[in-house]
């Protein structure tokens, strides 16, 4: 059984970083790319950064220059490096694994919350 595990997220302050991380496990297929996306109140779940097994990495508008994603070496680690954070990055930051049978093979985590205040 797949499972998507994120850590990483909480509260900082505008201006402030934070680094998230997605384990995934349970795999018994390729691996196509693992990415990013987030959900704030009443909006639409939109994306934010993936990598594909290859590394190719690629980049959504609303966190570009601010956001580096990045994986370890087993390709089931994904991390995004959040700079420069404003209070509209506020959401549920969810990870999303797909497989080279995708749509098939999709899946997501849980979420985590990060949350921009002073």
């Known amino acids: 059984q797949v499972q998507l595990v994120e850590s990483g997220g909480g509260l900082v302050q505008p201006g402030g970083s934070l680094r998230l991380s997605c384990a995934a496990s349970?795999?018994?297929?390729?691996?196509?790319?693992m990415g990013w996306y987030r959900q704030a109140p009443g909006e639409q779940r939109e994306f934010v950064a993936s990598?594909?097994?290859?590394?190719?990495?690629n980049y959504g508008d609303s966190l570009k220059g601010r956001s580096t994603i990045s994986r370890d070496n087993t390709g089931k680690v994904v991390s995004v490096q959040l700079n420069s954070l404003k209070p509209e990055d506020t959401a549920v930051y969810y990870c999303?694994?797909?497989?080279?049978?995708?749509?098939?093979?999709?899946?997501w985590g849980q979420g985590t919350q990060v949350t921009v205040s002073s």
């Open positions: 349970g795999i018994v297929f390729k691996i196509f790319d």
């Open positions: 990598i594909t097994n290859a590394g190719k990495t």
């Open positions: 999303r694994l797909r497989g080279t049978n995708w749509p098939s093979d999709d899946y």
